[in-house]
């Protein structure tokens, strides 16, 4: 079997920790290091621990469904900017958009403006925070995600209570996806098997296309926030009706998986909370 590619990020924030749950200290060691799956487990995080990522707005702040550019500057640990990008799944950057309640997931993608500066243009749909993942490779580097709250000003919505998913079974912009996995229990390889159908006929598809070079992407992200994940499938070339990716989940806790296919030019973005033990 083709290995599969699976960029497993863990974030510590640490400003998060005076916040959270007890939960969030009892590993605290382990969160210092982003754990990869490639060999170069140690080298990763400390490079990974010498690159600083600061965020900003271009208007100097960011307002609800007005158009705000965020900024990202990418720098190495002495200040200066890190020019030079891997290409990953097509983009040289992505940004996975959170807010706090993890109801909204916005996955976009900044263009380098050079001298380490990105920047996109987004709406945020309600006041409130939100918490800003950036994914990217640093060219001779490896796979690296800093993360950073930032404040939108405007009313805020009614915070979602995140809880674990009874039906495993969505509709989602015509397509009905389920969710299967062998076991949720943390710490151990879990395959995410997702089965896409058509809505209205139940016709398993198969011809999904290409999303960002791949059959489908999966991020993860603890209830907490603190810590992320993504996941790229098993075999990257699947047309469906299953796409299979394998991860493993650092600890027990909630999380919520958002799986994004392609299919007939359109991006379909799916939601699962899963309890994991
Ligand atoms: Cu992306």
């Known amino acids: 079997m083709k290995r599969m590619v699976v960029i497993l990020t863990s974030i510590i924030f640490l400003t998060a920790c005076s916040t959270n749950s007890p939960s969030s200290h009892t590993d605290h060691s382990q969160q210092h290091h982003s754990t990869h799956t490639d060999h170069n487990q140690n080298q990763s995080s400390e490079q990974e621990d010498h690159i600083k990522v600061a965020y900003s707005f271009k208007e100097g702040k960011a307002e609800a469904n007005k158009d705000t550019v965020i900024q990202i500057h990418v720098q190495d640990e002495k200040g200066k900017p890190i020019e030079r990008f891997d290409t990953t799944h097509e983009k040289k950057l992505h940004l996975i958009v959170v807010s706090k309640d993890l109801h909204y997931f916005n ?4 263009e380098l403006k050079g001298k380490g ?37 405007g009313k805020p919505s009614a915070s979602v209570s995140i809880q674990p998913d009874q039906n495993w079974t969505k509709s989602v912009n015509g397509k009905e996806i ?20 058509d ?14 070079g791949a059959v489908g992407h999966v991020v993860i992200i603890t209830k907490d926030t603190n810590k992320y994940l993504h996941v790229h499938p098993m075999e990257e070339k699947a047309t469906g009706p299953d796409a299979k990716f394998m991860t493993t989940f650092p600890q027990r806790g909630i999380y919520k998986i958002w799986a994004q296919f392609q299919h007939e030019g359109k991006v379909i973005t799916v939601p699962f909370v899963v309890n994991v033990s």
């Open 199 to 212: 809505d209205q006929t139940k016709k398993p598809i198969t011809n999904l296309e290409q999303y960002l």
């Open 178 to 197: 389920t969710l299967e996995t062998d076991r949720l229990q943390a710490g151990k390889e879990t395959m995410l098997t997702f089965m896409i159908k």
């Open 117 to 153: 500066l990105f920047e996109v243009t987004t709406r945020f749909p309600a006041g409130g925070e939100y918490k800003l993942f950036s994914d990217f490779v640093p060219t001779g580097g490896t796979a690296t995600t800093k993360s950073e709250w930032v404040k939108v000003e």
């Open 107 to 110: 996955h976009i993608h900044p």
